[in-house]
């Protein structure tokens, strides 16, 4: 990864009268951490990092500080945002695009070809002495890791994130500017699990969920973590009338993950930021990727990866089949 041009772009970015800041990532404070940081000058964009620890979907700040309220008085600041994006965070981008969540004209994309970030649990159990700082990078199969001043190579199968397994697009589908040449795309098994899911029975399917929703905490940190889930009214926080009782238990829990799901039908980007995010280790990503899978097989359509579609639902084809209409 060039991060010097990475740097060298991004302060030329922020430099500019019309960009409020850029988001990008930054090291964090203690072992595998890295933040995401709001860069607002040039000296600023000197922090910013690339590397496999960079999971986190940036685009998520689009809807969660961009569409907080403005204070009395003043007036909203209409400057541009820059992003780095790589290319599930496109997607998220692009999806909110589609759904006029933001405007074009309102974000700068710095385009971040990825060759996949690890899950950060199973880098843990490997190494699950505590450490000070680790930094990781690329390398050719895998990954090299620098922890404790020294240096050890992690075959890629061995720590990447399952999301990366099974990404099908690691090239940003939209950008401004790109940053590195385009990786090439590796063979993925897009639906694997979800397969595994398919071939059980009504019965075991319904077990398989029963235990994973309810270990459910509801701390809803899949939904704050999703770039996608961004109404200012969420039937979560709906007190009248109330969808979901506040109550934690496994009917509830159901309730509110079909509810998420649906809502996510023809709109995630599987990005893979909900399961991620869940303390749980409730697999999310099945569950979402099960209803990507009915949308792209029964209506061909795709979400986050053409910014002039319409949205999934209120797009009409006379060839759906509708054999549900009698
Ligand atoms: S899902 Fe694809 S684009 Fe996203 S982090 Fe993994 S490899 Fe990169
Ligand atoms: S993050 Fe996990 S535990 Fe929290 S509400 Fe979501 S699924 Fe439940
Ligand atoms: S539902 Fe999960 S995977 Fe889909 S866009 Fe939201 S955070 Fe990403």
Redesign the pocket.
């Known amino acids: 990864m060039d991060l010097e041009k990475l740097r060298k772009t991004a302060a030329e970015i922020v430099s500019r009268d019309d960009v409020k800041y850029l988001i990008g990532w930054r090291p964090g404070s203690f072992g595998y951490r890295v933040s995401p940081c709001f860069v607002q000058d040039a000296a600023g964009a000197e922090e910013l990092i690339f590397s496999p620890l960079c999971?986190s979907n940036l685009a998520t700040y689009l809807t969660l500080v961009e569409k907080l309220p403005v204070p009395r008085g003043e007036e909203p600041d209409r400057r541009k945002v820059a992003l780095l994006v790589?290319?599930?965070d496109s997607r998220a981008v692009v999806q909110l695009l589609v759904e006029k969540g933001i405007e074009r004209e309102q974000v700068i994309l710095v385009g971040l070809p990825?060759r996949?970030?690890v899950d950060l649990n199973l880098l843990q159990q490997k190494y699950p002495e505590g450490l000070e700082k680790g930094e990781l990078s690329w390398q050719e199969g895998g990954f090299q890791l620098i922890r404790n001043g020294e240096t050890a190579t992690i075959p890629r199968e061995e720590i990447l994130?399952e999301?990366?397994r099974l990404?099908r697009?690691?090239n940003p589908v939209l950008s401004d500017v790109t940053i590195g040449d385009p990786v090439e795309p590796w063979e993925t098994e897009a639906d694997r699990g979800v397969e595994e899911l398919e071939q059980k029975s009504v019965e075991e399917r319904w077990d398989y969920w029963e235990e994973q929703f309810s270990k459910c905490i509801r701390c809803y940190s899949c939904r704050n973590a999703c770039p996608l889930c961004y109404c200012d009214d969420c039937i979560l926080d709906r007190l009248n009338p109330i969808w979901i009782n506040r109550a934690v238990n496994f009917s509830e829990n159901t309730a509110f993950h079909l509810a998420r799901a649906f809502h996510l039908g023809g709109r995630c980007a599987e990005?893979?930021e909900c399961e991620r995010a869940c303390p749980m280790n409730i697999p999310l990503g099945k569950l979402n990727r099960k209803l990507a899978k009915e949308v792209r097989e029964k209506y061909g359509y795709e979400a986050g990866v053409d910014p002039e579609a319409k949205p999934f639902l209120a797009s009409y084809n006379p060839n759906d089949p509708e054999e549900f209409i009698l």
Do not use: L, N, R, T
């Open positions: 999971a790589k290319g599930c990825c996949g970030v994130a999301k990366c990404c697009y690691p990005c893979g």
